[in-house]
């Protein structure tokens, strides 16, 4: 079995900024890539940011410059620093992680519960 649990976020003032962690656990034999999508109400979910497992980065045109991914191989953990937060940085933001379980054979999407990001104006 796998766990996917986000946490850090909370309610920031714009301009202010927060640091997201998502860990992965269970049974896992690797991990591919991991990365953060967030959706706000009434909003389809999107891409935040993504990275693979060799470090390579990919962000959502709205959070380039502001947001940064990162992870720690070695505890299957991706983090999000998020920065310049604006009123529309509101969100659920969420964990995806592509992996391999000790038990399968195949590669697949695993998803964390979710962590409120709220911007005040």
């Known amino acids: 079995q796998v766990q996917v649990v986000e946490s850090g976020g909370g309610l920031v003032q714009a301009g202010g900024s927060l640091r997201l962690s998502c860990a992965a656990s269970g049974s896992i034999d690797s991990i591919n890539n991991m990365a953060w999508y967030r959706q706000a109400p009434g909003k389809q979910r999107e891409l935040v940011a993504a990275?693979?497992?060799?470090?390579?980065?990919d962000y959502g045109d709205s959070v380039k410059g502001r947001f940064t991914i990162s992870r720690d191989n070695a505890k299957n953990t991706v983090y999000l620093q998020v920065a310049s937060l604006k009123p529309e940085d509101t969100a659920v933001y969420y964990c995806a992680a592509h992996l391999r379980t000790t038990t399968g054979t195949t590669w697949g999407y695993y998803w964390g519960q979710g962590t409120q990001v709220t911007v005040s104006s």
């Open positions: 990275i693979t497992s060799g470090g390579s980065t």
